[in-house]
């Protein structure tokens, strides 16, 4: 880790925060609740296949929510790193400033130009061509809508908690109705039928 490393989770936490209090709800209530719920699972560090309990989640939202008001007019801050403040949205310098410090840093505009920021652990680092491919551990920092994988330009970034969180949530959805199509085909195809764990980290 790096010195300052607390001041930095909580810059991009932070930017998380406003950009959720301002486009968190752009959203159906059914998909809603279902990100907030996962969100309060990675929040709380629940593992899946353990069903938060719904009237700490309801308490939690309407704490959220009611955070969310007082700083949805609010500006993102900057991203510090030894010593250097950057644009949230530079995520390309303060991946420069970041090299060698085990940490990777992503921001930019998702589906409906919502911003997402994210702090999380660099797992493996790989150049493929004019590629180069990082792929995120743990995280430190996220909003509501966890995106699996994110361009930049020739960078691209797997996130493999938010791959994991997706992918569970197609799983447990699939278990409800157990339609047929290609999902079936890979869920029974690794035995998810008679084993119901989640999926794996690695």
């Known amino acids: 880790m790096i010195a300052g490393m607390a001041a930095l989770v909580h810059a991009v936490q932070t930017n998380c925060d406003i950009a959720d209090a301002r486009h968190a709800r752009d959203v159906s209530l059914c998909t809603y609740l279902l990100g907030m719920r996962e969100y309060y699972r990675w929040e709380h560090d629940l593992p899946y296949g353990v069903s938060p309990p ?17 700083i949805a007019d609010e500006e993102f801050v900057a991203v510090p790193v030894a010593g250097h403040e950057f644009d949230p949205f530079a995520a390309q310098q303060v991946n420069a400033a970041l090299a060698g410090s085990g940490l990777v840093y992503g921001a930019g505009l998702g589906r409906f130009r919502k911003p997402h920021f994210f702090l999380g652990q660099l797992a493996r680092e790989e150049q493929r061509g004019e590629a180069r491919l990082l792929v995120c551990g743990c995280e ?9 994988a994110a361009s930049q330009g020739a960078t691209l ?18 278990n ?3 339609q ?22 690695t």
């Open 54 to 70: 719904r009237s700490e989640v309801g308490r939690w939202i309407a704490e959220r929510e009611a955070r969310w008001e007082q």
């Open 140 to 148: 430190y920092a996220r909003d509501v809508s966890a995106i699996p």
């Open 157 to 174: 970034i797997v996130r493999r908690e938010a791959l994991r969180q997706w992918l569970w949530e197609k799983a447990e959805g699939w």
């Open 176 to 178: 409800v109705k157990q």
């Open 180 to 201: 047929d199509g290609a999902l079936k085909s890979a869920l029974l195809a690794h035995g998810f039928d008679v084993d119901h764990r989640p999926p794996s980290s």
